[in-house]
């Protein structure tokens, strides 16, 4: 099975909260229709949707079994996990204005719309920073994953977090 792209599964998205148009789904994101008719060829090639007459785009199979066929496996998740940490990393050493803006606006200005660290962690660290990743994954948990009415799959926020022993990336990276 051929991987999707990022636009790809965020015109799934969008389509997953009802049908739409070219028009409208290229508004949504951000891009020229040119491009979102590219997106929904490939989609329409995979037999995920359908384009009627009027130009309507709807889901052929069901979100669910989208999910089981293409966001659960092991290599769909961990291309996405790259792909966006690759476009945050790229951003983040361009600057992001409008994640510096929030930031400064809540008052935290030391902060980085994307950091990352190398540091020693002694394993009672360790234990500390993984009871604040539960306290986050919690707070996460409690925000909503579906649009409030009215709203767009574009709004959303992508975090991303977690640590990892060098040992286990030059082990895993030499098994590569």
């Known amino acids: 099975m051929e991987p999707m792209v990022f636009l790809e599964r ?3 998205e969008i389509l997953n909260q009802g049908d739409s148009t070219d028009r409208s789904i290229a508004a949504e994101i951000g ?10 060829a490939n989609l329409k090639r995979r037999n995920l949707i359908k384009v009627d007459q009027l130009g309507n785009v709807s889901l052929i199979k069901s979100s669910l079994e989208i999910k089981n066929e293409y966001v659960s496996s092991a290599n769909t998740l961990a291309s996405e996990a790259r792909e966006i940490t690759e476009l945050m ?3 983040r050493t361009q600057g992001i204005d409008g ?6 606006k809540v ?3 030391k ?5 990352m660290r190398k540091v020693y962690v002694k394993n009672r660290d360790e234990k500390f920073l993984w009871a604040h990743f539960r306290i986050l994954e919690k707070f996460l948990d409690s925000l909503p994953v579906v649009p409030m009415r009215g709203g767009k799959v574009m709004e959303k926020t992508i975090f991303c977090y977690g640590m990892i022993n060098y040992a286990d990336v030059v082990r895993g990276s030499l098994s590569n």
């Open 89 to 91: 990393i790229e951003k």
């Open 107 to 109: 008052g935290m200005s």
């Open 31 to 40: 891009i020229k229709r040119n491009g979102v008719d590219l997106l929904l």
């Open 10 to 12: 965020i015109v799934l």
């Open 111 to 115: 902060l980085k719309p994307f950091s």
């Open 99 to 104: 994640a510096r803006v929030v930031i400064e």
